[in-house]
C-alpha cells in the first residue's frame, strides 16, 4: 500500500514576488539592534542571540535554565502570566533584554527585587535590575503580564505564535511567535527546562510539553501542570488549548504518551495516532533511541496551514496524515533533541524529517527513496525546487521551502549512496547521538560524515547544499 502523498507539513509558496523589498530589511533591523541595546559595552545584553534571519530572536549576556510559566485563560482570548526564569549571568549585565512581543507587563523582579527600569522597545523587554549582575551568576527574573495574545506574521506570510482558535488557541512558535504569549530568550541556541500551570474554563483542556503532573478543577476552572525536563528550544515549546477528547497510554518501551484530539478531527485522526508507537519504534531502530520520557499528539482543528513538532507532543492544525506524523515524529531527533544553531541551518531539521518520509514509504511497500529523488529530479531548471540552496536559504522568508525540505532530503540521498547504507544509517545515529539535547551545524554534520565514512564528501555537500541552481546529474 503506497501511503497517501500530502501536503508536506509545513511548506509555503516561495513567494519570491516580495525578495527585492525584503533586501532592505536587515539593515534598517541591524540598526534597531544598536537602538536597542549597543553591544561591547561589556555590561548590557545583546538584544538579539546573532542569527542572521532573526537578529531580535533571543538576547545576549544569559542563558536560562528554567521557565516556570503559570498562565490563566479566560474565554475569549485573555490571558493573564507570570513567568519566573531561572537563568545564569554569561557576562555582566547592567542590563538585559527579554523578547516579549504585545501584551501588558504589570511587573519585573529580579532576584525578587523590582527592576530599576523596565522598557519595551519593539519586541524586546529592557531590564534593568536594580544591582549589576556578575558574570557566572544565577538569578532569577520574575515578569507578570496579561492582554490578548496575538500571533506574529512570518516573513513568509504565515502566522505563528499564539493563534486563536474558535475554542482556544493553537500555539505553535516556530520560529519566533514564543514571544507572543511568554518573556524569554526565544532563539534555539538558548535551550531550557519548563515548568507549565494552565488554568482554563472547566471543560477545555491546556496541553503543554511532557509529562502531566496533574490536572485539578475547582471553581469552575481547571488547571493543568506540564513539566518537561529536557533541554527545550522556546520555538518547541506549547500551551494548546481547547475541547479535546484525551487519550493516555504508555508503550512497550515505557513512553507516556497523552494524545488530545478535537471531536471534529477524532475519527479521522484516530487511524493515525495509534500507529504512534510503531512509528516511535521504527525510528528509534533508525536513528537510536528515542530522546524523551513523554509523546504524543494534539490535533486541533484549526485553519492554520502546517503542523509543528512540539517537543514531545506535535500540533497538527487537523488530522494528519501517516507521513506528516513520521515526519513529525522524526523532529523529535532532528530539530528537537539536536536543533538548529541558527535559522540558516534550518535544512538540518527539515531536510531531515522529509528523508524520514521517503524512507518510510520506502520501508512500508510505498515508493523508494531513489523513486522520490528520482521525481523530484526531473523537475525542470526554472522550478521553485532550484531557487536556493538548502543550506543558505538567504532569508528568513525561506526557511520553509521546498529548498529546504525536499533538496534538503535529496541532499541526504546523494550522501547514502555515496557512502552506502552502512555508513548513511550510522552517521545518522551518530548525529543524534553526538548532539542529543543539543545543537548542530552543517559543517558539524559535514565533519561528523566524513568521520564516520571515511570519504572525503566536502564537494557533495558543496554541490547539493550550497551550490545555487539544479546541480548536474549525479
Ligand atoms: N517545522 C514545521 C514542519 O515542518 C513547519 C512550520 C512550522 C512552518 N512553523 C511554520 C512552516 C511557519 C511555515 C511557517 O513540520
Ligand atoms: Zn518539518
Redesign the pocket.
Known amino acids: 500500500m503506497t501511503p497517501p502523498r500530502r501536503q508536506?507539513?509545513?511548506?509555503?509558496g516561495t513567494g519570491f514576488g516580495r525578495r527585492a523589498v525584503l533586501a532592505t530589511v536587515p539593515v534598517a533591523v541591524a540598526a534597531l539592534v544598536g537602538a536597542a541595546a549597543p553591544t561591547g559595552t561589556g555590561t548590557t545584553g545583546a538584544a538579539g542571540a546573532g542569527d542572521p534571519y532573526f537578529p531580535l530572536s533571543g538576547n545576549g549576556g544569559y542563558h536560562v535554565r528554567h521557565y516556570d510559566l503559570t498562565l490563566r485563560y479566560r474565554s475569549g482570548g485573555r490571558l493573564t502570566g507570570t513567568a519566573v526564569l531561572t537563568a545564569r549571568a554569561t557576562q555582566q549585565l547592567s542590563r538585559f533584554d527579554l523578547d516579549l512581543k504585545g501584551l501588558t507587563v504589570d511587573g519585573v523582579t529580579v532576584d525578587r527585587t523590582a527592576a530599576t527600569a523596565v522598557e519595551r522597545s519593539g519586541q524586546e523587554l529592557v531590564v534593568t535590575p536594580r544591582h549589576v549582575l556578575r558574570a557566572g551568576r544565577d538569578f532569577t527574573v520574575t515578569v507578570r503580564y496579561h492582554g490578548t495574545p496575538k500571533p506574529v506574521t512570518?516573513p513568509?506570510g504565515?502566522?505563528?505564535g499564539w493563534i486563536p482558535t474558535d475554542d482556544g488557541a493553537f500555539v505553535?512558535?516556530?520560529?519566533q511567535?514564543a514571544m507572543t504569549w511568554f518573556p524569554g530568550n526565544a532563539h534555539p541556541k538558548d535551550k531550557s527546562s519548563y515548568d507549565f500551570t494552565i488554568t482554563v474554563p472547566k471543560g477545555r483542556t491546556a496541553v503543554a510539553n511532557g509529562v502531566l503532573l496533574g490536572q485539578r478543577t475547582a471553581g469552575g476552572e481547571t488547571t493543568f501542570r506540564w513539566r518537561e525536563t529536557q533541554p527545550m528550544a522556546a520555538?518547541l515549546a506549547t500551551a494548546t488549548i481547547g475541547t479535546f477528547q484525551v487519550h493516555r497510554y504508555t508503550t512497550r518501551d515505557g513512553v507516556q504518551v497523552y494524545d488530545a484530539v478535537d471531536p471534529r478531527e477524532a475519527e479521522a485522526a484516530a487511524p493515525v495516532l495509534a500507529k504512534l508507537p510503531s512509528v516511535l519504534e521504527w525510528e528509534s531502530k533508525l536513528f537510536g533511541p528515542y530522546p524523551f520520557t513523554s509523546a504524543g499528539s494534539i490535533v486541533d482543528h484549526a485553519d492554520v496551514?502546517?503542523?509543528?513538532?512540539t517537543q514531545t507532543r506535535?500540533l497538527y492544525d487537523s488530522a494528519p496524515g501517516i507521513l506528516?506524523l513520521v515526519?513529525?515524529s522524526a523532529?523529535q531527533w532532528y530539530?528537537d533533541s539536536v536543533s538548529p544553531t541558527s535559522w540558516k541551518d534550518i535544512w538540518l531539521?527539515?531536510g531531515f524529517?522529509?528523508y524520514a518520509e521517503w524512507l518510510y514509504s520506502e520501508q512500508h511497500g510505498g515508493a523508494s527513496a531513489q523513486k522520490t529523488f528520482d521525481g523530484l529530479y526531473a523537475r525542470p531548471a526554472g522550478d521553485g525546487l532550484w531557487a536556493y540552496p538548502p543550506g543558505d536559504p538567504g532569508s528568513g522568508e525561506n526557511?520553509?521551502g521546498a529548498p529546504v525540505?525536499d533538496r534538503g532530503a535529496m541532499a541526504l540521498h546523494e550522501l547514502r549512496k555515496a557512502v552506502g547504507d552502512p555508513a548513511f544509517f550510522r552517521i545518522l545515529r551518530a548525529w543524534a547521538t553526538a548532539h542529543r539535547h543539543g545543537h548542530g551545524t552543517t559543517a558539524q554534520f559535514v565533519r561528523l560524515a566524513e568521520q564516520e565514512s571515511g570519504k572525503r564528501l566536502d564537494s557533495l555537500f558543496h554541490t547539493w547544499l550550497f551550490t545555487k541552481g539544479k546541480p548536474n546529474r549525479p
Open positions: 508536506p507539513a509545513g511548506r509555503r512570518d513568509d504565515s502566522a505563528d505553535a512558535n516556530e520560529p511567535g520555538y496551514g502546517y503542523a509543528l513538532e506535535p506528516t515526519h513529525e523532529h530539530g531539521n527539515e524529517a522529509t526557511i520553509f525540505y
